[in-house]
């Protein structure tokens, strides 16, 4: 399944400092309080406090832009488009602040009861072949690729759920980058 960028909708927070876009969620038509998994892109315009989300995983990568993150327990890290991404509890405080907006983060939230997740930034520069192991795989394109024959703009989104068993990535430019999002049954 395609998930194109354009066809996103923008939601305003509650708080007035950013906008969402829901990339996908599951069960389909999920809202906020009952979702098993969501995936969605951020925009992060002024600092302030995350929503808290009791029972779930948070999973917080940045695409674009600068932002300190301070998580109660854990102190204050600053996530930029080479770090890593940062997993924490969605009920525990945590409070962003944009350092070098525009700030574009990828969100991936998982009720700890029900699935888990992990997030790969990838690099391809021609082709590649990945196998496919977990329930759900979602490729986040940050560059335009080609995906089992579909293409990909910046930020358009490809699904797939059980088969196919393996996938090519082909590469429009020399250095094409994408993240792998894997989603398993806990």
């Not at 400092?17 to 969605?40: C, H, Q």
């Not at 977990?134 to 088969?163: K, M, N, Q």
Request: charged share 20%.
């Amino acid at each position: 399944m395609i998930l194109r960028a354009a066809e996103r909708s923008a939601v305003p927070w509650r708080n007035g400092g950013g906008l969402t876009r829901e990339v996908a969620v599951y069960p389909p038509g999920s809202d906020l309080g009952n979702f098993d998994w969501r995936v969605s892109l951020a925009e992060v315009r002024r600092g302030g406090p995350f929503s808290a989300f009791p029972g779930v995983d948070r999973h917080l990568a940045v695409l674009e832009g600068q932002l300190e993150l301070a998580v109660a327990g854990r102190g204050t890290v600053t996530l930029c488009a080479g770090t890593p991404p940062l997993t924490f509890p969605g009920d525990v405080a945590a409070l962003a602040e944009p350092r070098q907006p525009p700030v574009t983060d990828l969100n991936v939230m998982t009720r700890r009861s029900r699935y888990g997740a992990r997030l790969l930034r990838c690099g391809v520069q021609a082709a590649g072949t990945m196998r496919l192991e977990a329930d759900t795989t979602l490729i986040l394109a940050l560059t335009p690729l080609t995906v089992c024959g579909t293409s990909l703009a910046a930020l358009d989104a490809a699904r797939f759920t059980a088969s196919p068993d393996s996938l090519t990535v082909h590469a429009a430019d020399a250095d094409a980058a994408f993240w792998l999002i894997e989603i398993r049954a806990a």
